[in-house]
């Protein structure tokens, strides 16, 4: 089959990715570490970093093997494998991307110390980002790749089904229930350590920080990054484990998540759809669902290739000294995307030419002919794009709403609170409306199809985009490392330019992680439906996926699932205070019992932050983590499938609200602050009478706001994927055993 | 026809409750004022709440007038003449109510003064506010009444289309555009004036507030209500303005939603279930559909004479000059209760005795028989006091949550802040399993008639939770009124005492605010999807009613919509901010131009402020609700009913989380602010070292809570309530006209 071939881009890409991460690994690797003081302390900060990681994956091990077991047991063994390589894709990436981290800071830090140079010091912290970026894809594809070898799936799977039963769409349940639980298996493995990274990471770093901030700024009032703060190795710590190994395995989910949901989309609609269109004898022919089932994977490759060669440009370019580092990260992730959009036309053009005209525009959708899937794709580059500028609009002190909210810190803390908070909520509106024009957008033009390879399109680059977000964590713990090891201001002058840029590229690739998840459930979502409505397509009671919202299940079912984000973001908020407690308790304790510590004199014990950290978060997320992931199936198992539809439905909605409103409102209140530290707000400067209680309002609304940001908005994109994975792994369980319909209640 | 001779109740009722109002208002009137400061400061109080509903109805009036010529030009005569009626029947109840209010106030202080007596001052005050409970009953009913007599609506109307053109089925769009938009011009007509009294009330309150605090308490520490500060008075007004006319106006337009969706449900299922059961043979009988039209507006009735018994219980039993007030108070409002169950009981039983069983059962969803309404409605009511319930313990200090927020003051403003966050999102949960749990109760037990049941049992008693709930607010100014005029200690504890009860009842109040507004909304949207899915129905399409939350363009909508409610909530925010920084500009003018006016020697100018406060939250209130009334009216032109539909369930849905969630986090911060002051803290005593940080942090969260609680809380439901009611009376306009149908992109 010529089709098939194609496959090949796609292990050449994964082979290229990871190939180029080794490469990047040992060439950061063998960079030079300077001064001893640099060595010890980022030594600490790996050390910390790998204890917390051991820590989290044996406790993810046990975890994971149980529901490993449980899918096994009840669901099918080929799910529960998916499930494990699932995992260990995710967790391999994450492990890497870390190690890497730690390697790459005082490397950096370093490099800015030898050279003064920004160009070459960019090099090394994009370098150390790029690891984790290509691990990420690289991972993801890998997986995919084995599991289409392990099982033939893809389009082996489904000759078997072809080849003993056609029409296929009688034995569509076959197809159906081992392809998409054994595909959402995967995705569920991907899930799980995505949620212990992202949420346990979002604590742990969160915890550090507000612990090591409100006893060191506040109470012994020494700078941040101070070496005296016995909590301070924890905070870098915290760094690395949550903006580096949570926000690769966040996307690395959601990546995963959209391909597979293109490719269960493409098998789902070609299963049902073919149904209602038999009498007008329009069929889709089996070349046509493999250009749907092999479209996702091959547009990941292409993207990836895409990605290797943007990186690879700002790894080899010459850069001047003094370097517009914005702009070459810029140009690095528009190679990436530009190939992507290239790459994505051909594949489009090429695999789906050919096909009847009239079975892609009725059966699919397909309102451009081949190009269909393109232009879909495109609409969800573009969608993410927009979502991004807007987040920097709302959060970056160069437009007015973040001046605002400097401005109001004049009037006090409880202003500086209610104006972030209005902005927050405000923010909401204008990406909502992109989202919803791209997804609208990408369905006129593809049909369900279209949304899923939105997903896909807008994470095709996600290699260039990690990287890019990897490199600023990396650049933050640079800075820190200066700070420590008592350099001269010029290294931390370059380290800091790195990582204001840093966050302005995380500003954008926040739009991206809720767009690209809002898109991925939202798609995940109409697989779970069709999973559960097929019967009844077949049967003839419905005639195309459709979820009643007025039904009254289905409706408290929304209410609820509405209600899940609210809380676990509550519980989380909590989480972040008990952990810091701990901390600021240690850190006190510290400062007591330890003579000289303040004095610079004596040795913090930083081992023993970094171990209240690593089990306060752990043990904290346990029960938000719980409710996340036992809610759908024990309401599925209670009230059958139609709850849990709404369940998700709810959840989804109201988990993009409050994302971009916690990711933005704490975007803007950081901002806010270091507004008025630069001094832009009128009347208020430095060492001036009356700056003080300004600067502590905004301190406010910024410790407020870290949780917000860095902890709730990044789980929240976990929480309603995690939820929609594992729902679509239960659903056919849900259909056959629940209570409701065992009652005959409904 | 027999069973409307039970209408003459529905007129009773009015007529007694009426009666009943002016009795209440001329004896109280009657009573003494007290000193010459006394009747001073109450004039100005008076007046200026005068002065700013004067201003209000005017800009209400043009905006009316525009409305009803609107509706009388593209929707009908009755139409607009219904919206005219609604806006009148909700403008006088709210100007009745609020007038008598700043009559009581001094009058209670008085009796305090005089008599040193708990339970009579408390008789005063609670007469007072009982003249708005029994006017927002009363006059809804009234209202309804007009509209029955003149359009002959209820009954005759369908009489009308039943002797044309029987069977009704196939001229049910001529019973259902005349019917359903005539009753839901009325209900838009309160809605309107809701809106002007909650939100514009909503910012005026608490930009007062805001503004006298800032200047006051923070700048020039001087005590809360003091009379040297020129805002002053109009922060007693605006406990007018926004928490007795505002709240009487949002329960008046609930309780007429709540009993027009029954109505409306009532018509629709018998127009369009009948279609689906003719097969059967299950035709539901004209007797049948008007039990089903007359139940609400009777059940409204007998619950209001239950009113009328509960209140006259409390104003003539003997109570001790100790009286348990918020014993008495809740025995009253269980008697009104209590009478309503029974009326509601028998009623049921009557109304749907004799009808064909399985009709009821099979067509109607009646399972428990002729009882099916009455069990609907207990559920109703239960779930609102549980809701209510529910929001004490998270808000009231003698529970965890808000002990914790009260203890995390400690550690500064950014914890209160945080932990108050938390506990208001952990709190959206348990309500909403409330409401879901009575919405499927509801539903299972009759049908979907069921949830307007539910609906209207939760506010049958309004009448007697008005009352209770005005009854706060007068005391509360009675006791501003007593700090101002210098009257002894004793007299200020009386009033506090009374105070105090009021805001305890005041969150159960709140309960029932948000679970009747939920109530109404979902049979709203039930009544809208009717309306716009009703040809369906008949042309077999579908058959039932549906709204496919994973068609495209539905689910756009519906992530839009739950966007509407953060949109409105940040603008509502920002608009008090607005509002009281003018306010506090003013008050600075004043300190710094009136000579002598912190000494007591000059007195400040309070007409100034009020007229500040009334110009500002007009002012700054017209965006938003622009945006609430515009977004359903222009989306459903260019996209259409589907759209429409979408955007009502994610609105309902994120409006019913945020408002829990302002509501609860907001009363948290409030009360945790109290616990500290009454030494509940350990080792946080008032005048020890150290109390006044804590007091800081936690005035912090008050502040940031006051506009949460009192704005945007009580304006989300106005939100939904509006949206709902104006797609419903525009469905058929959209139906026919929108932009997408005319170019045929759906």
Redesign the interface.
């Known amino acids: 089959m010529a089709v098939e071939l194609l496959l090949i881009i796609v292990a050449a890409a994964v082979i290229l990715a990871c190939a180029c991460a080794a490469l990047n690994y040992f060439t950061t690797k063998k960079l030079k570490e300077g001064t001893e003081r640099m060595q010890e302390i980022a030594s600490a900060i790996r050390v910390g970093a790998g204890a917390f990681i051991k820590y989290e994956y044996k406790i993810v091990s046990v975890i994971g093997s149980i529901v490993a077991a449980l899918l096994i047991i009840f669901v099918s063994w080929q799910t529960g494998l998916a499930f494990i390589i699932g995992a260990l894709m995710s967790a391999g990436a994450g492990f890497v991307g870390m190690k890497i981290a730690t390697y790459a800071n005082v490397r950096v830090t370093n490099a800015a110390n030898e050279t003064r140079d920004t160009g070459k010091t960019l090099k090394v912290a994009f370098k150390g980002g790029s690891v984790m970026g290509l691990c990420v894809a690289g991972f993801a594809l890998l997986g995919a790749l084995l599991i289409y070898v392990i099982f033939g799936i893809a389009c082996h799977q489904i000759d078997d089904v072809l080849g003993n039963t056609k029409p296929i769409w009688t034995n569509w349940t076959k197809l159906d229930a081992g392809f998409t639980m054994t595909l959402s298996g995967y995705a569920l493995g991907c899930s799980i350590i995505a949620l212990f990274n992202r949420v346990g990471g979002g604590i742990y770093t969160k915890a550090a920080d507000m612990g090591a901030d ?1 006893v060191g700024k ?1 109470e012994a009032h020494i700078p941040e990054d101070d070496p005296r703060n016995p909590a301070t190795i924890a905070d870098n710590v915290g760094d690395n484990v949550g903006d580096v190994a949570g926000l690769g395995s966040d996307l690395l989910e959601s990546f995963v998540g959209a391909m597979l949901s293109g490719v269960i989309l493409g098998c789902e609609i070609y299963a049902h759809q073919s149904l209602t269109n038999i009498a007008n004898g329009l069929i889709v022919s089996e070349a046509l669902l493999k250009a749907m089932l092999l479209f996702p994977m091959i547009f990941a490759g292409v993207g990836l290739i895409g990605c290797v060669v943007g990186i690879f440009y700002l790894l080899l370019v010459p850069l001047k000294k003094n370097t517009n580092v914005h702009m070459q990260l810029n140009l690095a992730t528009w190679i990436s995307a530009g190939i992507s959009v290239i790459g994505c036309f051909l594949l489009s053009f090429f695999l789906f030419k050919g096909h009847d005209a009239e079975v892609l525009k009725q059966v699919l959708g397909f309102k451009a002919g081949n190009f269909s899937p393109w232009i879909a794709a495109v609409l969800g580059i573009a969608a993410g794009i927009i979502i991004g500028i807007i987040s920097e609009h709302y959060t970056s002190y160069d437009y007015k709403p973040t001046k605002g909210i400097a401005k ?1 810190s004049k ?5 500086t ?3 972030g ?9 204008l990406p ?2 992109v ?3 791209a ?2 957008g990408s ?2 033009v593809a049909g369900m199809y279209g ?1 899923a390879c939105a997903a896909i399109g807008m994470l095709s680059f996600v290699a260039a985009t990690v990287s890019v977000d990897t490199y600023g964590p990396i650049s933050d713990n640079a800075g820190g490392i200066a700070e420590m090891s008592f350099l001269e201001p010029e290294v931390r002058e370059i380290t800091d330019q790195l990582d204001a840029v840093g966050n302005t590229t995380a500003a954008i690739g926040k739009g991206f992680a809720i767009g690209s998840a809002s898109f991925a459930t ?1 798609s995940l ?2 697989s779970y ?1 069709y999973a559960f409505r097929g019967e009844d397509i077949i049967k003839g009671v419905i005639n ?13 079912g ?3 699932g ?3 984000p ?2 676990f ?3 989380l ?2 989480a972040v ?1 008990k952990a810091a ?1 701990r901390m ?1 308790e240690e850190v006190r304790r510290q400062f007591k019992e330890i003579p000289g510590i303040l004095e610079g004199e004596a040795k913090p014990d930083y081992e023993n932050c970094i171990k209240i950290s690593s089990q306060g978060s752990i043990k904290e997320m346990r029960i938000p983590c719980l409710v996340a992931i036992a809610i759908p199936v024990v309401s599925g198992f209670v009230f059958g499938p139609e709850f849990v539809g709404g369940l998700l ?2 959840a989804i ?2 988990a ?2 409050l994302a971009i ?1 916690t990711g933005n409102a704490g975007g803007a209140w950081d901002n806010a602050k270091k507004y008025i530290e630069s001094g832009g707000v009128e009347g208020v400067k430095k060492g001036e009478e009356g700056y003080d209680a300004v600067h502590d309002a905004a ?2 609304g910024d ?2 706001g870290d ?1 917000l940001k860095d902890t709730v908005g990044p789980s929240l994109d976990i929480l309603i994927k995690i939820m929609s994975t594992i729902s679509l792994v239960m659903v056919v369980l849900f259909n056959k055993y629940n209570l409701f319909d065992a009652l005959h ?1 409904v």
């Open positions: 409100l506040t109001s009037e006090g803390a409880a202003l609170i209610t104006e908070m209005a902005t927050g909520m405000i923010s909401c509106m909502v409306i989202l919803g024009v997804i609208y369905y006129a949304v939202l979502l109409c439906i195309m996926i459709s979820l009643n919202v007025v039904d009254p299940l289905t409706l408290v929304a209410l609820v509405a209600a899940i609210f809380m973001s509550g519980m908020i909590q205070a407690r600021v439905v709810g909605i109201s993009i609200m409103y301190v406010v410790t407020v949780p209640i």
